[in-house]
């Protein structure tokens, strides 16, 4: 990839492509992409793979072709220049491999970094321009941004339901509405979560596995909100080769001996105060999700979850997959009507299905 030496847009949008590839394997990390570029020319380019991992900037830099003394280093984050963490800062080596000039979209709101970058680089004498493409980087990084101001995780909340907003016919029933495109997309969603939450009667009614199955990607932590602790323990998600990714959050009034046979299958029980129906109370839950380093959470169903979060307000996106078929009677999901305070992100099809995206303003 060429281009003249003021094109920083080019080369800032390579760096966003390449921090996307990180998706799903960084967390709690950012998505970080780096490019150096010496007159015109690209020389190396990186990005962060895996948390623990070498970080975009010195993937890029120790990987470049040629010398980088005098080049220009792309990066869709503020380098970071503090040793609190597994990797050593980028800052040091920016400066040692003799760049001039760093170009990024956002700053790193770590408090350990937030603008601090800069400053170590303007002192060493690197000219640095941001803010290019900020609003790009900041969608690419939301679920890194919220998690480091909120210290609790983002929340998408997904529905599959029809036109006419029901989500089964009955409470106690299984029903497939949407096709398979939309069902690829779910599993695509859960590839780049760091969980998957659903609620005991989904569990008792679907017993579904919430793994990534037809697409690329690592399966997310399942969390089972529990409170009267009734999950069989036949459950797929207790029965599964991973089930350490499993788990159950109930009251602390559960019944002991059945922890220990959950615990004694490997998932991980988390027990809470809970209210006079064993309902659990969401602010600590997500608390607690944000001290286990748990940057984003897919809430899947059912019916008294998704009521739980929405009236919570404990939401960042709704996503709405609408078939096209009507139920007349049946389960309520949400209706659109009652999402007019939100912003419409996005409406579009997913083969026979509707997908319809709002986001919560800031």
Same mark, same amino acid.
């Given at each position: $990839? *060429?281009?003249?030496?003021?094109?920083?847009?080019?080369?800032?949008?390579? =760096?966003?492509?390449?921090?996307?590839?990180?998706?799903?394997?960084?967390?709690?990390?950012?998505? @970080?992409?780096?490019?150096?570029?010496?007159?015109?020319?690209?020389?190396?380019?990186?990005?962060? &793979?895996?948390?623990?991992?070498?970080?975009?900037?010195?993937?890029?830099? /120790?990987?470049?072709?040629?010398?980088?003394?005098?080049?220009?280093?792309?990066?869709?984050?503020?380098?970071?220049?503090?040793?609190?963490?597994?990797?050593?800062?980028?800052?040091?080596?920016?400066? =040692?491999?003799?760049?001039?000039?760093?170009?990024?979209?956002?700053?790193?709101?770590?408090?350990?970094?937030?603008?601090?970058?800069?400053?170590?680089?303007?002192?060493?004498?690197?000219?640095?321009? *941001?803010?290019?493409?900020?609003?790009?980087?900041?969608?690419?990084?939301?679920?890194?941004?919220?998690?480091?101001? &909120?210290?609790?995780?983002?929340?998408?909340?997904?529905?599959?339901?029809? !036109?006419?907003?029901? !989500?089964?016919?009955?409470?106690?029933?299984?029903?497939?509405?949407?096709?398979?495109?939309?069902?690829?997309? @779910?599993?695509?969603?859960?590839?780049?979560? %760091?969980?998957? $939450?659903?609620?005991?009667?989904?569990?008792?009614?679907?017993?579904?596995?919430?793994?990534?199955?037809?697409?690329?990607?690592?399966?997310?932590?399942? /969390?089972?909100?529990?409170?009267?602790?009734?999950?069989?323990?036949?459950?797929? @998600?207790? #029965?599964?080769? %991973?089930?350490?990714?499993?788990?159950?959050?109930?009251?602390?009034?559960?019944?002991?001996?059945?922890?220990? &046979? #959950?615990?004694?299958?490997?998932?991980?029980?988390?027990?809470?105060?809970?209210?006079?129906?064993?309902?659990?109370?969401?602010? %600590?839950?997500?608390?607690?999700?944000?001290?286990?380093?748990?940057? =984003?959470?897919?809430?899947?169903?059912?019916?008294?979850?998704?009521?739980?979060?929405?009236?919570?307000?404990?939401?960042?996106?709704? /996503? !709405?997959?609408?078939?096209?078929?009507?139920?007349?009677?049946?389960?309520?999901?949400?209706?659109?009507?009652?999402?007019?305070?939100?912003?419409?992100? =996005?409406?579009? &099809?997913?083969?026979? %299905?509707?997908?319809?995206?709002?986001?919560?303003?800031?």
């Amino acid at each position: $990839m *060429t281009a003249d030496d003021g094109n920083d847009e080019v080369f800032l949008k390579r =760096s966003l492509e390449l921090a996307a590839k990180g998706t799903g394997n960084v967390s709690p990390n950012p998505l @970080v992409g780096a490019v150096v570029v010496k007159n015109g020319k690209v020389i190396g380019e990186g990005y962060h &793979k895996k948390y623990g991992e070498a970080h975009a900037e010195f993937d890029a830099l /120790i990987n470049s072709t040629e010398d980088a003394e005098g080049a220009t280093l792309y990066c869709n984050l503020e380098p970071c220049c503090h040793t609190k963490k597994q990797t050593p800062p980028c800052v040091p080596l920016i400066k =040692s491999k003799g760049i001039s000039k760093v170009v990024f979209s956002n700053l790193d709101p770590n408090p350990d970094v937030n603008g601090e970058g800069i400053k170590q680089l303007q002192d060493n004498g690197i000219e640095v321009l *941001t803010d290019l493409l900020k609003e790009e980087g900041k969608e690419l990084n939301k679920f890194y941004f919220n998690y480091v101001k &909120k210290k609790i995780p983002y929340i998408i909340i997904k529905v599959a339901q029809s !036109i006419d907003g029901k !989500i089964s016919k009955s409470k106690n029933e299984q029903i497939w509405l949407t096709g398979e495109e939309s069902n690829r997309f @779910v599993h695509q969603l859960r590839a780049v979560h %760091d969980a998957v $939450m659903v609620g005991a009667n989904t569990i008792a009614i679907d017993n579904p596995q919430l793994t990534v199955r037809n697409v690329a990607g690592r399966n997310p932590k399942r /969390i089972i909100l529990d409170g009267k602790l009734n999950i069989n323990l036949n459950a797929n @998600v207790l #029965i599964s080769e %991973d089930v350490e990714n499993t788990w159950i959050l109930t009251s602390k009034n559960s019944d002991k001996e059945k922890i220990n &046979k #959950i615990t004694g299958k490997g998932a991980r029980v988390f027990q809470f105060k809970t209210d006079a129906d064993e309902r659990l109370n969401l602010k %600590d839950v997500l608390q607690k999700l944000g001290e286990e380093k748990i940057t =984003s959470l897919f809430v899947e169903g059912g019916a008294d979850v998704f009521a739980q979060f929405i009236d919570g307000k404990y939401f960042d996106e709704i /996503i !709405i997959l609408q078939a096209p078929i009507t139920l007349g009677e049946g389960v309520n999901g949400i209706p659109t009507s009652s999402l007019n305070h939100l912003k419409k992100n =996005s409406s579009e &099809k997913i083969g026979k %299905d509707l997908k319809l995206v709002f986001k919560k303003g800031e």
